[in-house]
């Protein structure tokens, strides 16, 4: 009896400690109650509850599966269960708690709010839509279900529907956290930019200090061309969080593109010198490479992005700026093997042209040249391929074709100067090939 009464308090000890939040003592509590007495359903519910409290929640669903166990008619437990489960995106055990749910309790509104969204996470849209009205003839002012329903409508591209049911949700319930966001998400897909940001705006206000949220203002500003804000949105997002390493990689980028590569070169060197465990080492390496061939520093882009290529050997942008790099020092046959590694995975335009550049310091012009017209084949407007076919073709000794091509590269660049030196020096390119002609 003396044990019974033991747990009885501890149980009580539990929920104050419960009601101020201190959970880890809470849980202890409760787990030695339930040594006492391990049948008693509603303390397994309480001990779920608080794994949850504590971000445990594979060992909160086991929690509530227990207590469901020993009271199959609770249906709290069995909302709890599923809703757990779903989170832990188990999206199929979810759907056959909460079906069980509503087919024992019919009129339980939650058990069909839920449901919506994890057909729409399993890709069963109709489902989720037919489950939707059902929901509304139990309540037809439920904000979770418009929620959930808006989801399903954005991931098949239903943009609009999407948002006038996330509109719905907020007119149901104004503080509704995140349904800014996935406005803003829609009106970026469709394009909307700045009905995209205003959203965004709105759900920062509600979450002051979401790092989350400042990322996504960064990449849209970055998106729209937006260079000043999505910087200062980034440090921002730095000062808050110092350790944040998505932003200090995209504000190395964005100095990278605009033309600041030694400052890049000290974001991704520190990154680098402490990289935390979720970052793309391969991305960083390739990047860090790169700035270090912008800056002329040839040997430190290659190690660099060696290394990257040896954490992913298909990186088609890593290959690239390695065949740039191995050339830049001058070893053409070298970098034709990487850009080859490129064309083995894809027909790639800029791979071929820079093959062919290779080919044309071996001295073999015509394969360079094959090389040069199928990459403008890919890509009809490239004035450098087109340079290099009309140098191909001067080194081959075929003027009026190598004539064509500058023509053919001015109209599309009319100032383009190594095309405006090669126009100038064709006279001699032929005057010298005469005299050689002569002497042989």
């Known amino acids: 009896m003396n044990d019974w009464l033991d747990a009885e308090q501890r149980v009580e000890r539990a929920q104050q400690y419960s009601e101020s939040h201190r959970w880890s003592e809470a849980l202890v509590e409760l787990d030695a109650a339930i040594a006492i007495n391990p049948h008693n359903a509603l303390w397994h519910a309480q001990r779920g509850y608080i794994l949850e409290e504590l971000d445990r929640d594979e060992e909160a669903a086991d929690a509530y599966q227990q207590a469901f166990s020993l009271d199959t008619g609770d249906n709290e437990v069995a909302l709890a269960l599923g809703v757990t489960l779903a989170r832990l995106g188990r999206y199929a055990q979810a759907l056959e708690v909460l079906e069980g749910l509503a087919q024992r309790e019919p009129d339980f509104e939650p058990a069909y709010c839920h449901r919506i969204h994890l057909y729409a996470e399993l890709g069963r849209h109709e489902q989720a839509e037919e489950v939707f009205y059902l929901a509304q003839q139990l309540d037809d002012e439920c904000p979770h279900c418009f929620f959930h329903l808006g989801g399903s409508l954005a991931a098949r591209g239903l943009y609009d529907r999407a948002i006038f049911c996330w509109r719905k949700a907020l007119e149901l319930e104004p503080d509704y956290l995140g349904v800014n966001r996935n406005i803003a998400q829609a009106y970026r897909a469709k394009g909307e930019f700045d009905q995209a940001r205003e959203h965004l705006i709105r759900e920062l206000r509600d979450d002051p200090g979401s790092t ?107 290959l690239i700026l390695l065949g740039d790099a191995t050339l830049a020092m001058d070893k053409p046959g070298e970098a034709a093997d990487h850009y080859r590694r490129v064309l083995a995975l894809e027909r790639n335009p800029f791979a071929l042209h820079r093959l062919a550049v290779c080919l044309l310091k071996l001295g073999r012009s015509e394969a360079a040249l094959e090389h040069c017209l199928e990459a403008l084949q890919l890509n009809p407007e490239f004035v450098e391929a087109m340079y290099h076919t009309a140098l191909a073709y001067v080194r081959m000794a075929q003027w009026r074709q190598a004539r064509e091509w500058i023509d053919r590269a001015l109209k599309a660049a009319p100032g383009n100067e190594p095309v405006l030196q090669l126009r100038k020096s064709l006279w001699r390119y032929r005057i010298r090939h005469y005299f050689r002609w002569l002497q042989r």
């Open 212 to 318: 989350d949220l400042l990322f996504e203002l960064a990449d849209l500003a970055v998106q729209t061309g937006d260079t000043t804000t999505a910087i200062a949105k980034l440090e921002q997002i730095i000062e808050l969080d110092p350790d944040h390493a998505g932003a200090r990689l995209a504000l190395g980028k964005i100095r990278l593109r605009s033309g600041q590569p030694q400052q890049a070169r000290e974001i991704f060197s520190r990154l680098a010198a402490d990289p935390p465990p979720d970052l793309d080492l391969s991305e960083l390496g390739c990047l860090l490479g790169e700035t270090h061939l912008r800056l002329g520093d040839y040997a430190a882009a290659r190690t660099c992005l060696e290394k990257a290529r040896e954490q992913d050997t298909e990186n088609l942008r890593t």
